[in-house]
């Protein structure tokens, strides 16, 4: 062992003074790069990981001419008789340089792993920037932020080239072990290299097992947390919630045009629930983020509650912490490392008392039935219970609105169901605005009394379920709705039409349009009958089935067998019940399309 273990001290005192800083440099200027859009960001993002390009010798050079006595710092520093070159401070800074896009680009890769949505929903619940950034993003992003610090320590611990030249070699001041190492192999002294050089594997070594220790212990615990959760949910349960007694309002006219979408929509709902019908793309999702302030509109205006949210004309466009607007996201962005209780307090004022937020907590807790779990995380929720803390969650602070972003498509058929059900109640004690977006139908026929439904970001239809059912504005609405059956149509009298695909005429009810296209039937529409006289009745042959738990549903060829199992005209959709009387029948069966189902459109 060398006498003078100086180099330990001295790589150890610059490593962490270079760590502590870098530590907050990098996290600084990679939360700030996060956001930054500007067109320089190409440029800034190349100057902070140039030390990681390029030699450290040139790194040690700029470093030279920078703070060297006839560089800018220098001539600063020559006033006061002060000097970085040849110093440990020096060296710290040297380390401080090379570690720092180590330390940036890991901090910039952990805060981007962050779900989108629980910043989002932050915003939503009226938290500043500030806020979110100590709350959410910091403790979200720390262990890749720790694990970042510890390779900024482990790269400044072997920093030998630029420190080198910026603070020399001075035994007992400047020189750390990598120099140690290089001038003890220099001299031929191999016993003290290696003795360094073991040194300095064991500290570096020391700090990256510890981190991925402490990493996978924390895993670990996740991972025996989610294996004991239950997965068991009260059956019939309610929840009660209040909200003002007023009628609540919300209109919206608003354009947002993307590189390959255009969103064009204007309707006004009060306090009914309004469900939003769609295809993938149709813009179900984007009117949702507008109104909640995460996405701006072209132009156009957005009133909530008499309260101009966002005009284009007028230049207002309100922040999203102070729309006053819950938003409960499919996945539920619950903050994963908050429990229960901290997320569900987490958008209530600041200016309550712990005692209120403690009382406000207590109330949803048992409006949700979620009593005894305020102590538990997200991960050890089952999907119902995530569901409820995060509705819960939004209704804490008491929104003007509620958007539902399809909050059943991650759970079960049975969990489904139940929910839906208490989804259904606790909707009809909210008297604000609820805008619930979703792709099933009949789920949106049970929950939502109006619908929108959408198509190329365009209102396609908007009305009372039961017009948009029963008289469809067009086969595309029809369609989205679920109905099968099509044929195009020309009409004949003020009653009749023709039925081109089905090679049939029948008699209608509703009056023709002279933009009649098509006409259609829903599959649990179309009936058998024993009178083949009857009105709008023809004879069919049965191509094939598909069955499902309770129905079975028929492919039927009118007039004449089918050829192949693709040449069919109908499908009927029957309970199993009425299968089981009709399947043995000879055929020609004989269809019935009652007059008064049948859906003319343009």
Not at 14 to 38: D, K
Request: glycine share 8%; proline share 5%.
């Amino acid at each position: 062992m060398p006498q003078d273990l100086s180099p330990l001290w001295i790589s150890l005192k610059t490593s962490l003074l270079a760590t502590f800083i870098t530590f907050f440099l990098g996290i600084g200027a990679a939360y700030w790069m996060l956001g930054y859009r500007g067109k320089g960001k190409s440029i800034i993002e190349g100057i902070f990981v140039a030390p990681l390009i390029l030699p450290p010798t040139v790194v040690g050079f700029l470093l030279l001419l920078f703070f060297g006595k006839n560089g800018p710092v220098g001539k600063l520093m020559e006033p006061f008789n002060l000097t970085i070159v040849f110093t440990w401070y020096g060296a710290a800074i040297a380390a401080t340089v090379v570690s720092f896009p180590l330390m940036y680009k890991t901090a910039l890769g952990a805060f981007e792993q962050i779900d989108a949505n629980l910043l989002r929903v932050a915003r939503t619940l009226g938290s500043e920037e500030s806020t979110i950034f100590w709350r959410v993003s910091l403790p979200l992003a720390f262990p890749g932020i720790l694990a970042g610090a510890t390779l900024a320590f482990a790269r400044a611990l072997g920093e030998f080239g630029a420190t080198l030249m910026l603070a020399g070699n001075i035994p007992g001041q400047t020189q750390n072990i990598p120099m140690a190492i290089y001038f003890a192999v220099e001299a031929g002294d191999m016993n003290e290299a290696w003795f360094w050089a073991i040194a300095i594997v064991a500290v570096s070594l020391s700090g990256i097992i510890l981190t991925n220790f402490w990493q996978e212990h924390k895993q670990q615990n996740r991972r025996t947390d989610r294996g004991e959760t239950k997965q068991i949910e009260t059956k019939n349960q309610t929840f009660s919630l209040s909200a003002n007694s007023s009628i609540s309002n919300l209109f919206i006219d608003i354009e947002k045009h993307l590189a390959s979408f255009h969103l064009q929509v204007a309707f006004n709902i009060d306090n009914q629930p309004l469900g939003l019908l769609g295809s993938s793309g149709a813009g179900k999702s984007m009117i949702l983020r507008c109104l909640a302030g995460i996405e701006t509109p072209t132009k156009g205006r957005i009133v909530l509650n008499d309260r101009v949210l966002f005009d284009s004309e007028k230049g207002i466009n309100i922040p999203i912490r102070h729309r006053h607007i819950g938003f409960l996201f499919q996945n539920y962005a619950l903050f994963p490392h908050l429990n229960v209780t901290q997320n569900i307090a987490f958008g209530l004022p600041k200016k309550l008392s712990p005692g209120n937020i403690k009382l406000e907590v207590e109330k949803q807790l048992i409006a949700m039935k979620l009593q005894g779990l305020g102590d538990r995380y997200p991960h050890q929720l089952s999907g119902g219970q995530q569901q409820r803390v995060a509705l819960a969650r939004a209704l804490a602070s008491q929104p003007e609105a509620l958007l539902l972003d399809e909050p059943f498509s991650a759970l079960d058929t049975h969990l489904r169901s139940q929910l839906e059900q208490q989804m259904t109640e606790t909707l009809a004690d909210y008297s604000g605005v609820t805008l619930f977006v979703t792709h099933n139908m009949e789920e949106a026929y049970r929950l939502c009394p109006n619908l929108l439904v959408l198509e190329d970001g365009k209102e396609a239809h908007h009305g009372s379920k039961y017009e948009i059912f029963q008289h469809p504005a067009t086969m595309n609405v029809a369609k989205i709705t679920g109905c099968k059956n099509f044929s195009r149509a020309v009409f004949i009298s003020s009653q009749k039409v023709e039925a081109i695909d089905w090679g049939c005429t029948l008699e209608v009810v509703e009056s023709i349009s002279n933009q009649l296209s098509h006409i259609g039937i829903r599959a649990h529409q179309i009936g058998f009958t024993n009178d083949p006289d009857k009105e709008n009745t023809f004879p069919c042959w049965l191509v094939r089935t598909s069955e499902t738990p309770h129905r079975m549903t028929l492919f039927l060829k009118l007039h004449s067998p089918a050829e192949n199992s693709h040449d069919y005209d109908l499908q009927a959709e029957v309970y199993k019940e009425k299968w089981m009387t009709i399947k043995d029948k000879s055929f020609p069966l004989y269809v019935y399309l009652n007059p008064l189902q049948l859906m003319l459109m343009e």
